[in-house]
């Protein structure tokens, strides 16, 4: 079975510290990993993926993703937040394989707030 | 080039009535999929087309169908609309389905 776990709902973290999403998962062989951000009323924006190769993925916007695969975790990571980062976050998984094929399945999502 | 469209942004319907949504996806895409996102439920899969056929369904009642075209545009369509199908319906696409989705600004269905 594919799933992902999200387990903090609302991550609070001030303007220039570093930030952390985290995200855990259980797939069947290997993982295909996705992080999609999305703002109100709209739809997802990509951020990153992780298919195979380094463990440490950079995507858009400077975020990074971390594949720990002793771990089950994927986590989403920014060495410096904005006020422009508030948003809700999704961890995905991608099925690569029959009745999973070409389906992602999210998280629940994290609710990220950036104080200035 | 131009990203996945879909019409119309938002849209009010009547208990008891269907609705069709439209997405066309990014050009040279084959492969578009249908998402569901609700504050209860979160994202949840409605289906996957990938030249004209449907590869892959997700757990929902019969209402819920779609289809592609062969110049890979997609529709959905909710019949016989209740109350909980409000929801904003997220179309995206990918060029095989294999290698990840770009999505739509999506379509927020009202039924009231």
């Known amino acids: 079975a594919q799933s992902v776990a999200q387990p903090e709902d609302q991550v609070n973290v001030a303007e220039g510290n570093p930030l952390t999403v985290k995200c855990t998962y259980s797939v069947s062989g290997n993982p295909y990993l996705f992080w999609y951000v999305q703002y109100p009323n709209r739809g997802l924006q990509f951020l990153l993926k992780y298919i195979t190769g380094d463990n440490l993925v950079k995507g858009s916007y400077g975020f990074e993703a971390e594949f720990n695969k002793s771990q089950t975790s994927f986590h989403l990571k920014k060495p410096s937040a904005l006020v422009s980062d508030s948003a809700l976050y999704f961890c995905?998984?991608?099925?690569?394989?029959?009745?999973?094929?070409?389906?992602?399945?999210f998280g629940r999502g994290t609710q990220l707030t950036v104080w200035p | 080039k131009a990203g996945v469209t879909q019409t119309p942004r938002y849209l009010i319907k009547t208990r008891g009535q269907q609705v069709t949504l439209s997405c066309s996806p990014i050009s040279g895409h084959r492969s578009v999929s249908w998402y569901q996102q609700t504050p209860g439920q979160g994202l949840q899969f409605l289906f996957e087309?990938?030249?004209?056929?449907?590869?892959n369904k997700g757990n929902f009642p019969g209402r819920f169908s779609g289809r592609q075209f062969s110049n890979s545009r997609s529709e959905m369509n909710v019949s016989t609309l209740e109350l909980g199908d409000s929801a904003l319906y997220l179309c995206?696409?990918?060029?095989?389905?294999?290698?990840?989705?770009?999505f739509g600004s999506g379509t927020r269905l009202t039924v009231v």
């Open positions: 995905a998984v991608w099925g690569v394989r029959g009745s999973t094929l070409g389906r992602l399945y």
């Open positions: 087309y990938f030249s004209e056929t449907q590869r």
């Open positions: 995206a696409s990918s060029p095989y389905g294999t290698d990840g989705y770009t």
